[in-house]
């Protein structure tokens, strides 16, 4: 079975602008999180997208959004970037299962701000 | 979700077996503890996960104390590949929502 791809796996962009990652999870697998890590924050949650929904949020600013299609596959968004956005983004997926559910995480996209 | 603690880094020679200590003194009954690997710049590896229960799969086993405030991750033989970064990380399954706390995690070095 494919693992978690995303796309794409590098990007550079300039202050201001704004950038779409895209996730596509394992197959079968309905639930979409998505990540920020940076060398000094470390891994942080994002949000995560459920049939569509988003059901769980993490303590980041609006200009970080996210949505998820009908086939499971989940997009972010991050108006006006900053500096500090520079980050690798990871994507993980799971079908969920309920208490012992089990993440699986793409190989991220690093995103660099000039 | 409870918060873990580890050692920010060690060593293990090649071929031994690497203990990966975690401590999660506040853990409550309805949380997991769960065990992931980072290779430089890659995506999180799921390990291994427990309850309260000794568990062991293909890639490493995790003994869990009796009061559950600590556990053990341990790669019975280590390889130079198994170098990475460990996390272990406590979390409760939300009804309404999924999702993991990173702590710094502990930078294993396998040395040949």
């Known amino acids: 079975k494919a693992g978690v791809t995303q796309t794409p796996r590098y990007l550079i962009k300039t202050r201001g602008q704004q950038v779409t990652l895209s996730c596509s999870p394992i197959?079968?697998?309905?639930?979409v999180s998505w990540y920020q890590q940076t060398p000094g924050q470390g891994l942080q949650f994002l949000f995560e997208y459920f049939s569509e929904t988003q059901r769980n949020k993490g303590n980041f600013p609006g200009r970080f959004s996210g949505r998820q299609f009908s086939n499971s596959r989940s997009e972010m968004n991050v108006s006006t970037l900053e500096l500090g956005d520079s980050a690798l983004y990871l994507c993980?997926?799971?079908?969920?299962?309920?208490?012992?559910?089990?993440?699986?995480f793409g190989p991220g996209t690093r995103l660099t701000v000039l | 979700d409870a918060k873990t603690t580890q050692p920010p880094s060690m060593d293990c020679a090649e071929g031994r077996a690497a203990n990966l200590p975690c401590n999660h003194s506040t853990i409550s009954g309805n949380e997991y503890v769960y065990w992931y690997r980072q290779i430089h710049s890659q995506g999180p590896q799921y390990i291994i996960h427990?309850?309260?229960n000794n568990e062991t799969n293909e890639m490493a086993s995790l003994i869990i104390t009796e009061d559950r405030k600590s556990s053990t991750l341990i790669l019975p033989h280590a390889t130079l590949r198994d170098t990475a970064v460990y996390y272990c990380?406590?979390?409760?399954?939300?009804?309404?929502?999924?999702?993991?706390?990173f702590g710094t995690g502990t930078s294993l070095t396998v040395i040949p």
């Open positions: 993980a997926s799971s079908i969920p299962t309920g208490p012992t559910d089990t993440q699986y």
């Open positions: 990380i406590v979390r409760v399954a939300l009804y309404t929502g999924n999702q993991f706390y």
């Open positions: 427990g309850l309260k």
């Open positions: 197959s079968g697998h309905r639930s």
